[in-house]
């Protein structure tokens, strides 16, 4: 069995954080392309000062945390045969965090070795996240970008990337052009490399757990936080990603246990789920 992950105050050796390091290319932390939906951005911008807060309204992330982190940590020892019960497993490695919100995936990862860089179309976001790695310690590179401004600075050969793991977690049903913002992110995955996605399916259950019980009943995330038709179906991130150069796997289920109020994977897709693909070396 794998060991736990290492704790959350625990810490590689303290290093100023690299903020700006391979994103030269933008003069100014300003977010722009087709991907970007404005009313969500602005949703999360107004609450990025709360990432933060296990008690706030991003909660229930801090809750289905641990499940993420273990799901990205087995597939990538698994992928890149490493040993997590390393202090630092993937050292080495490069990992980016697409969506990164106030950091809550990105800091982990860091812990365990990665070398992360982490973008957000929401400049707030990615404020927040740069003051909390800066007291944590911890050198992630943190930018206000989109998914197609980082494959174009890759392209011109004037920012980082590509990477050996590619995160996007819940971020798929809050764009605009899920499709295009897929095809991207894929673009981003160095040969040998591997893509996690974590979404919700458009379900009856997807609707009413994910978006009835979550918002209005148990109230763990704002009313208006999701809109149930953007939900995505996991035949259809397959489909989206039909024609690009990976070996899609999934989808690998994410099911809450209320009597123990823990996240853990299983074979219940209904409302959260995962697709991982890999692109050949």
Known sequence: MPEPMPASNDSLDPRKPQSEEGFSPFATDRAEGPSIDPADVARFSAQAAQWWDPKGPFAPLHRFN???????????????????????????????????????????????????????ASSENIGTARAHAEQVGLDIAYRAATVEQTVEAMNQGIGAGPFDVVLTMEVIEHVADPESFIRACSRLIKPGGMMIVATLNRTLKGLLLGKVAAEYVLRWVPAGTHDWRQFLKPEEIRAMLDGEPLSVTGPYGLAYDPLNDRWSEGDDVGVNYMMMATRAA
Do not use: N, Q, W, Y
Request: glycine fraction near 10%.
């Open 66 to 120: 641990p499940a993420r982190l273990k799901f990205v940590r087995d597939r990538a020892a698994e992928h890149f045969d490493r040993d997590v019960r390393a202090r630092a497993p993937f050292d080495g490695l490069s990992l980016i965090d697409i969506g990164c919100g106030g950091g809550l995936i990105a800091e982990p990862m860091r812990r365990m070795g990665f070398d992360v860089t982490a973008i957000d």
